[in-house]
């Protein structure tokens, strides 16, 4: 395996940029005490600088140059086949006292994970060099926007933020001189990328986090899971606002209607997808537009709910990605994209598992290792990615750069889930809907390290990304409803219920825009709903099915059944969850929880 963080020396004008406030200049000589590296690259963001960190990383095979006539300006990284998605058992939040980190977090105590985090980065950059990586996150005239800088002696990481996030000289002339400006302190380093040596803190009192021993997505990409939702959440709380696991849509009817919606759906549950649908053909003239596909800042104003996306790029689950099954990400990938831990083919393209077309002959797969179709190895890992920058989407939303945000109409949760959870229903009203967010719940995925396909609680797709105790969090959810006049109507939707044979009894996908359509019409109040004890559920006639040529009326009656024996081992589960939580719950939903179970007696 080769070493990914191996010394380069940049030639004069590249990676000199240094910043002029003392506060960024003293840290990193403190960093650079601590770690010792070779030299200091100070990143600008050019294209001079990433022209030359791609052929240094081409060099040392940190990066494989693929076909340029089939994928131009794209390249492959594999990571360490150890080291192939987030780690929720390593990731800690260190806030003074463990009340304040929760029940649902790892805590561990700051001055002692300090100490621990320094021992292990003492001389880990010997022989390397030392990335300064200055970003924001956010439309540049938000009020929302944060400025980040990451240290960190991954070059793969360095390319990746300059995808992900608006990175360099925008970040640095942002910060200006101001020594006491607020900014957010990124430490990584891959050390000898071992799992037992692998921690992601979070120090949300000092706007702080230090990552080591992981060269992968949300373990690395400290702007990402790290600040736009750890240390987002606990900002937000503190200042007012949401920073939320959720894809922004804009959705714009034939008569030029538009609408924004906001939904949570645990990680490899549909977000990207959500945000890049294809309306079917039979709602010529509706058009879905993309404002993010993972993150939300929301603030109040005027009494609505406006989100904008801190993201300047996509780091997307590929397996899945087809021409058929999401057009507007292939376009989006076609170029300029970063590939983690897909398979290669003979002739230098990447290719996955749900590609369009036949498998090729032979390849060569994640891990470096000769590939043909009767390989019992999957060619790609389930949770491989891509980066590719947000302009590459052909639906990209016109407003995405308003530092405003857009006004959000409606909220949906949402989990994979066999059964119980109906295709789509609406909450009641605010506080229903928090109860619904509190308690959704998903089969988990290969984008964190553990089981797949194990039912877990994943509060508005929130566990592994909420930076403070989620009681916490959920009054502050509360709160926010109170603060609002006019509040997005809140949803919950399950694309993945199954029949008894265990297919997907939803085509999902474009065919969701059949839901949100509905979801729409509610909005504006033209569409009716019967009442169930879990909140509005469509009838049959109230869903605009036409030309959906592959569901029953049978298995549509199937995905809109509230079945009651199901909810009651639902509501147990609720509060067996609760219970879980060990009293920190808002009281209002526990009240929420006896007034469903009451709503099934009824
Ligand atoms: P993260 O980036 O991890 O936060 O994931 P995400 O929520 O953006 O999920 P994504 O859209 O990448 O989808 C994850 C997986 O779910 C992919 O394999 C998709 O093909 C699949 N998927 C997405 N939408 C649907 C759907 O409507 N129906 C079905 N059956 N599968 C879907
Ligand atoms: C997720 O897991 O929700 C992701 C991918 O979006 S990662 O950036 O690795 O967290
Ligand atoms: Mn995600």
Known sequence: MNNPATAISPPAGIGDHKPANQAVLDWVHEVELLTQPENIFWCDGSERENDFLISESLKQEVLIKLNQKKAPRSYLHRSNPNDVARVEQFTFICTPTKAEAGPTNNWSEPGETYSKLHGLLKGAMRGRTMFVVPYIMGPPDSPLTKIGFEITDSKYVVLSMRIMTRMGEIAVKRLGSDPKAEWNRGVHSLLDVNPERRFICHFPQDNAIISVGSGYGGNVLLSKKCLALRIGSYLARKQGWLAEHMLILGVESPEGEKHYVAAA???????????????????????????????????????????????????GVVPGTSYKSNPNAMKSIERDTLYTNVALTDDGDVWWEGKDGPPPKHAIDWRGNDWTPDSKEKAAHPNSRFAT??????????????????????????????????????????????????????????????????????????????????????????????????????????????????????????????????????????????????????????????????????????????????????????????????????????????????????
Not at 514 to 533: F, H, Q, Y
Not at 550 to 578: G, Y
Not at 585 to 600: I, M, S, T, W
Request: proline residues 7%; charged residues 25%; glycine residues 10%.
């Open 265 to 315: 759906f645990p990680s490899a549950c549909g977000k990207t997808n959500f945000a890049m649908l294809i309306p079917p053909k039979h709602f010529a003239g509706w058009k879905v537009t993309t404002v993010g596909d993972d993150i939300a800042w929301m603030q109040i104003r005027d009494g609505r709910l406006w989100a904008v996306n801190p993201e300047n790029g996509y780091f």
């Open 389 to 602: 920058p947000m302009r590459n989407n052909p639906v990209l939303d016109p407003h995405v750069e308003d530092g405003d945000g857009v006004p959000i109409s409606a909220i949906i949760f949402g989990g994979r889930r066999s059964d119980t959870m109906p295709l789509v229903f609406q909450a009641f009203d605010w506080e229903h809907g928090t109860y619904v967010g509190s308690t959704m719940a998903s089969e988990t995925t290969a984008a964190a390290a553990g089981a797949v396909g194990k039912v877990r609680r994943d509060p508005m797709a929130m566990l592994p990304f909420c930076g403070y105790n989620i009681g916490d969090y959920f009054r502050h959810w509360l709160e926010t409803g109170k603060r609002l006049t006019n509040p997005p109507l809140i949803f919950h939707v399950n694309w993945f219920r199954k029949s008894a044979d265990g297919k997907f009894l939803w085509p999902g996908f474009g065919d969701n825009m059949r839901v949100l359509k509905w979801i729409i019409d509610r909005c504006e109040g033209r569409v009716a709903a019967t009442e169930s004890p879990i909140g509005h559920i469509p009838r049959m006639q109230d869903l605009d099915l036409d030309e959906l040529g592959c569901v029953t009326p049978n298995q549509m009656r199937e995905l809109l059944n509230v079945n009651a024996e199901e909810w009651q081992r639902e509501i147990s589960d609720h509060a067996k969850f609760f219970e879980s939580l060990g009293g920190v719950v808002p009281d209002q939903l526990e009240k929420q929880r006896k007034n469903l179970a009451g709503r099934f007696k009824s």
